[in-house]
């Protein structure tokens, strides 16, 4: 490729050298998530809290799988 419209090769991508390095921490917005704390519950329509799930994700499962 040459001249000043360079492309990543990615669709809508852009400067590939503007891309986080490789390991590098990711920030990620999830629109809909819970400004209080929650998160929709995976496999349900319902809001849960976000810290206990983090803590304990198979014991989510557990208990989800068990009803």
């Known amino acids: 490729m040459s001249g000043p419209n360079k492309s ?3 669709p809508g991508g852009g400067d590939a050298s503007k891309a986080p390095a490789i ?3 990711v920030t990620v917005s999830v ?3 819970g400004k209080d704390g929650t998160m929709k519950a ?3 329509d319902v809001r849960i809290s976000r810290d206990a799930f ?3 994700p198979s014991g989510y499962f557990h208990d989800l799988h068990k009803k």
């Open 31 to 33: 629109t809909g998530s």
């Open 42 to 44: 995976p496999g349900q």
């Open 8 to 10: 990543s090769g990615i």
């Open 23 to 25: 390991g590098a921490p």
């Open 54 to 56: 983090e803590k304990n």
